[in-house]
C-alpha cells in the first residue's frame, strides 16, 4: 500500500513474524489503539524463523521438554494454551495439526530418569501418561523395531501434541487483527526499517518508503532487535550467538513426535523425530545446532550487524570463553559442526536418529535443503551466562523482542505482555477489553 511521508501512528510494529502479527492482532482485537502500522521486510507474514523449514513446528508445552524445571513448564504451558486456543477456535489442517507425541528414554538410567519426572510433572500435565515398550510399539511401531530387546524402554505419550505451522499463524492473525475494527491498521510489506530515532513525542523510523513517526514502536525482529536495542541505548549488557539449525529427512517411519531427553544446560531442543508439515511423505530429524556469524542464514549482509552486536569487546570475549570452557557446550558444538558436514554429516547425525528408529540407514537420511532459522541466543556478558528462552527490553515508549525458542509457542502471551505495556505508556488514552480477551482465552486445565 502506500505510505504517506511523515505520518505519525499511535503504535508501529517492526517484523511481520509469528511475534509481531500476534501483536497486531490483540491490539486491533481486544483494545481501542487508534492507528496501527506493521513493517516487514519480506513479501508475506512470517517469512523467516516462522517459517515451518525453520523451526521445530511444534507447540512447546514443557512436558516432553525435558531441559524445563517445573517453574518453566508452568509459565511456558501457561503462554502455550493461548495459541493451542487459538488454533481449536479458528484453525483448519492447513494451519496445525494434532498428533501423539512421546519423550522417549532409552537405558536404565534415562528411564530412572524419565520416571522421576513424571512423578513431577503429572499434576501439571494430566494428559501425559507413562508407557512401557508394548504400548510404545503400538504407538510407534518403528521406535522398538529393530531395537536389542535387552535396553530398557520407557515413555511419557500425550495425545495432544500440536504441530503448528507458525507462517500461516501469522497470517491468519494479521487477517482476523485487520477485519476486527474499522479503525486505521496499515500493513507495509517489502519495506525494510533501517533506523529508529527518539523525538520529543515519540519516535521517527526512516524506512525504505521514507520517514514515518509513532508514538510508540514494538520491534519483533529476531536477533535484529537487538541491534535496534544498542542503536537508543538498551541493552549493552547483552550480545547474541546465531545458532542456525538444520533438519534431515527420512521416509516417512513416525506417526507422531518422538523427542529424546534434553541435556539440561543446553537451551537446545533434543534431537527429536516427527511429520513434516511441509511434506506429509518424510519424516524429519533434528535439529542440529551451530553458531554462524549473521543474524539471518544465508543473508550474508548481516554478518557486518552480528560483529557490530558483539563489539569485539574484551567482556564479550570473556563471556564466550567462559562458556566455551564447559564441557558441555564444548561437545555440543563438536558435534554439530561435523553433522553439517557435505554429504558424511548424516552418517554422525545417524547414532540420533538411530536412537529413536533403529532401523533407519544412513543412505535413508538427507539433508533438509532450505532451512534458514537461525535462532538468536542470547548471552549475558555481564554475568557470563547463556540466556534460556525469551528475551525483552522494555524501554521507554519502546519494546524490543528477541525470540528464541519457544518464542513462537509464547507468542500470544508475550503479545499479551507487550499489549499490556502499550496500553501504560498511553496512560488513560487507551484500554483493553479484558473482558473479551479472558472469555476468549480462558485457563485450559
Not at 508445552?61 to 504451558?77: Q, S
Not at 520407557?154 to 507458525?166: C, K, M, N, P, R
Not at 516417512?252 to 529424546?260: A, I, Q, R
Request: proline fraction near 5%.
Amino acid at each position: 500500500m502506500q505510505m504517506n511521508e511523515g505520518e505519525q501512528y499511535d503504535v508501529v510494529i517492526v517484523g511481520g513474524g509469528v511475534s509481531g502479527t500476534a501483536l497486531f492482532y490483540l491490539l486491533r482485537t481486544y483494545t481501542n489503539v487508534g492507528n496501527i502500522a506493521l513493517f516487514d521486510k519480506y513479501g508475506g507474514f512470517g517469512q523467516a524463523n516462522s517459517h515451518p523449514k525453520n523451526n521445530s513446528q511444534t507447540l512447546h508445552f514443557g512436558d516432553i521438554e525435558t531441559n524445563y524445571t517445573l517453574e518453566k513448564a508452568r509459565k511456558v504451558k501457561a503462554a502455550s494454551d493461548l495459541v493451542a486456543t487459538y488454533c481449536d477456535k479458528y484453525g483448519d489442517d492447513g494451519l496445525f495439526k494434532i498428533y501423539p507425541k512421546m519423550v522417549l528414554a532409552v537405558g536404565q538410567d534415562e528411564v530412572d530418569a524419565l520416571k522421576v519426572r513424571y512423578e513431577e510433572f503429572k499434576e501439571l500435565f494430566p494428559a501425559l501418561h507413562p508407557i512401557e515398550k508394548d504400548e510404545i510399539a503400538e504407538i510407534e511401531p518403528k521406535v522398538v523395531e529393530g531395537r536389542d530387546p535387552d535396553v530398557p524402554l520407557f515413555a511419557l505419550h500425550s495425545t495432544e501434541g500440536y504441530t503448528v505451522d507458525y507462517a500461516r499463524l501469522a497470517a491468519d492473525m494479521m487477517k482476523r487483527g485487520q477485519a476486527a475494527r474499522d479503525s486505521q491498521a496499515d500493513v507495509f510489506l517489502n519495506t525494510c526499517v533501517d533506523s529508529t530515532r527518539k523525538t520529543g513525542e515519540g519516535f521517527e523510523l526512516d524506512t525504505s518508503r521514507g520517514k514515518i513517526r509513532a508514538r510508540v514502536v514494538v520491534y519483533a525482529t529476531g536477533a535484529h532487535s537487538l541491534t535496534f536495542a544498542k542503536e537508543l541505548g538498551y541493552g549493552d549488557n547483552l550480545i547474541i550467538l546465531p545458532v542456525a539449525g538444520s533438519f534431515f529427512h527420512t521416509p516417512s517411519v513416525l506417526n507422531g513426535k518422538v523427542y529424546t531427553l534434553q541435556l539440561k544446560k543446553l537451551p537446545f531442543a533434543a534431537a527429536h523425530g516427527d511429520p513434516d508439515l511441509c511434506r506429509g511423505d518424510r519424516s524429519r530429524f533434528g535439529p542440529t545446532a551451530k553458531v554462524l556469524p549473521m543474524l539471518e542464514r544465508g543473508q550474508w549482509k548481516t554478518i557486518p550487524s552480528f560483529f557490530k552486536l558483539f563489539d569485539l569487546k574484551l567482556t564479550s570475549l570473556m563471556a564466550i570463553g567462559t562458556i566455551m570452557m564447559d564441557a558441555t557446550y564444548i561437545k555440543f558444538i563438536a558435534r554439530n559442526i561435523l553433522y553439517d558436514l557435505p554429504f558424511i554429516g548424516r552418517f554422525f547425525f545417524l547414532p540420533n536418529i538411530q536412537k529413536i528408529v533403529p532401523t533407519v540407514k544412513a543412505m535413508d537420511v538427507m539433508p533438509l535443503k532450505d532451512a534458514k532459522g537461525i535462532r538468536p541466543q542470547i548471552v549475558n556478558r555481564s554475568t557470563r551466562q547463556v540466556s534460556l528462552g525469551e528475551s525483552r527490553i522494555v524501554g521507554d515508549k519502546i519494546i524490543f523482542n528477541i525470540t528464541p525458542s519457544p518464542g513462537a509457542s509464547t507468542c500470544l502471551k508475550n503479545g499479551e505482555h507487550d499489549m499490556r505495556d502499550i496500553i501504560r505508556f498511553f496512560g488513560s488514552e487507551f484500554k483493553i477489553d479484558n473482558e473479551s480477551f479472558n472469555a476468549d482465552f480462558p485457563i485450559r486445565v
